[in-house]
């Protein structure tokens, strides 16, 4: 009488397990994978977690408990089971075959970013500098002084006597130059063959000197006018002095006589300073000293003096010492006659 209750509830079991795997194979649901005969129940969560385990089954010898190994979680959304039940005897022993399920959709890509705008301009590009090397700096040039008198108008000779491609004046400013840098000794005496050695010389030589450089012959010149105009010359007209041509042309009163002649005659004051040109002859006292007028003129615009009176600087500011002009005088050639211009002849 015991075991009625029992049998009655195996065989409620056994009908109950078919009904249900009837209505489980009728159905147009995802099968479910079974294990040893049993069937399996298949739930799947919200957020696509499965989880199969067998129902226990009791037999005989006793209950026993069969669980399925549970599978990876796979997004719900991504993932369908697949169709068709999973017959007995058909898996792998020891093993349970999961649930195989296949993508409804596409994966989501991601936009590709959209082209970057390629610039317009070139970036500036910087000097490559190699390594312990410093970059050579550009050199920046330095402007040059400006002439406070570079207003007033240089002169400039309508003669080039010697054909050299520089005027006059220039000429003899460049002869006179060249004196003062030999910076001959003082020395004033007389000469043989008339012409000192570069290395002595007066105050007169320097005149010689530079028209020698412009081509001129002052020494011929003057003995020219002392022959055939003795008159002028006082000194040698009274028979106080013998007309010598090795020594007529390095007198200072020789020369004045000759410049008032045939040179122009110009301002003696000194602060007219725009009448005071580069090249012109100066002669200074009673006829004692003379000079050429230079290039280079002081604060006050008043031009130095190239001459030799012994002193070491043969430039120098010297028109506004205590000298009084005498004389101021341009060799203009194309006022002389043409007989009295006398070529170099050494």
Same mark, same amino acid.
């Given at each position: 009488?015991?075991?009625?209750?029992?049998?009655?509830?195996?065989?409620?079991?056994?009908?109950?397990?078919?009904?249900?795997?009837?209505?489980?194979?009728?159905?147009?649901?995802?099968?479910?994978?079974?294990?040893?005969?049993?069937?399996?129940?298949?739930?799947?969560?919200?957020?696509?977690?499965?989880?199969?385990?067998?129902?226990?089954?009791?037999?005989?010898?006793?209950?026993?408990?069969?669980?399925?190994?549970?599978?990876?979680?796979?997004?719900?959304?991504?993932?369908?089971?697949?169709?068709?039940?999973?017959?007995?005897?058909?898996?792998?022993?020891?093993?349970?075959?999961?649930?195989?399920?296949? !993508? /409804?959709?596409? $994966?989501?890509? +991601? #936009?590709?970013?959209? *082209? =970057?705008?390629? @610039? &317009?301009?070139? !970036? /500036?590009?910087? $000097?490559?500098? +190699? #390594?312990?090397?410093? *970059? =050579?700096?550009? @050199? &920046?040039?330095? !402007?040059?002084?400006?002439?406070?008198?570079?207003?007033?108008?240089?002169?400039?000779?309508?003669?080039?006597?010697?054909?050299?491609?520089?005027?006059?004046?220039?000429?003899?400013?460049?002869?006179?130059?060249?004196?003062?840098?030999?910076?001959?000794?003082?020395?004033?005496?007389?000469?043989?063959?008339?012409?000192?050695?570069?290395?002595?010389?007066?105050?007169?030589?320097?005149?010689?000197?530079?028209?020698?450089?412009?081509?001129?012959?002052?020494?011929?010149?003057?003995?020219?006018?002392?022959?055939?105009?003795?008159?002028?010359?006082?000194?040698?007209?009274?028979?106080?002095?013998?007309?010598?041509?090795?020594?007529?042309?390095?007198?200072?009163?020789?020369?004045?006589?000759?410049?008032?002649?045939?040179?122009?005659?110009?301002?003696?004051?000194?602060?007219?300073?725009?009448?005071?040109?580069?090249?012109?002859?100066?002669?200074?006292?009673?006829?004692?000293?003379?000079?050429?007028?230079?290039?280079?003129?002081?604060?006050?615009?008043?031009?130095?003096?190239?001459?030799?009176?012994?002193?070491?600087?043969?430039?120098?500011?010297?028109?506004?010492?205590?000298?009084?002009?005498?004389?101021?005088?341009?060799?203009?050639?194309?006022?002389?006659?043409?007989?009295?211009?006398?070529?170099?002849?050494?």
């Amino acid at each position: 009488m015991k075991k009625a209750p029992l049998l009655i509830l195996i065989i409620v079991i056994l009908l109950f397990t078919a009904c249900t795997g009837a209505v489980k194979n009728e159905s147009t649901s995802p099968a479910t994978p079974t294990w040893q005969g049993s069937p399996v129940i298949v739930y799947i969560s919200p957020a696509g977690v499965i989880d199969t385990e067998p129902p226990a089954v009791e037999t005989e010898t006793g209950s026993t408990q069969i669980t399925a190994p549970k599978t990876a979680e796979l997004p719900a959304a991504e993932l369908t089971p697949s169709s068709g039940p999973v017959m007995p005897g058909t898996e792998a022993p020891g093993k349970a075959d999961t649930p195989s399920f296949a !993508p /409804t959709t596409e $994966p989501t890509r +991601k #936009p590709s970013p959209s *082209p =970057t705008a390629e @610039p &317009t301009q070139k !970036p /500036t590009e910087k $000097p490559i500098v +190699k #390594p312990n090397q410093t *970059p =050579t700096p550009v @050199p &920046t040039e330095t !402007p040059e002084p400006t002439d406070p008198f570079s207003y007033i108008e240089r002169a400039v000779s309508p003669v080039d006597f010697n054909g050299n491609g520089i005027d006059d004046y220039t000429d003899i400013l460049i002869g006179a130059r060249i004196d003062a840098q030999n910076h001959p000794r003082y020395d004033g005496s007389y000469q043989k063959n008339g012409y000192p050695p570069d290395n002595i010389g007066v105050c007169a030589d320097v005149i010689w000197r530079a028209l020698k450089h412009a081509g001129y012959s002052l020494r011929y010149m003057v003995d020219k006018d002392i022959k055939d105009n003795s008159w002028r010359y006082p000194q040698i007209a009274s028979g106080k002095e013998k007309r010598d041509n090795k020594i007529d042309f390095r007198r200072v009163r020789n020369l004045r006589i000759f410049f008032d002649e045939y040179a122009v005659k110009l301002t003696r004051d000194i602060y007219e300073i725009e009448e005071w040109q580069p090249g012109d002859i100066v002669i200074f006292n009673n006829n004692t000293h003379i000079g050429i007028v230079s290039d280079i003129r002081n604060e006050r615009g008043v031009p130095y003096i190239i001459h030799n009176g012994g002193q070491a600087d043969r430039e120098q500011d010297y028109l506004e010492g205590d000298h009084k002009v005498a004389a101021h005088y341009r060799f203009d050639a194309s006022r002389i006659p043409e007989e009295m211009l006398i070529p170099w002849e050494g």
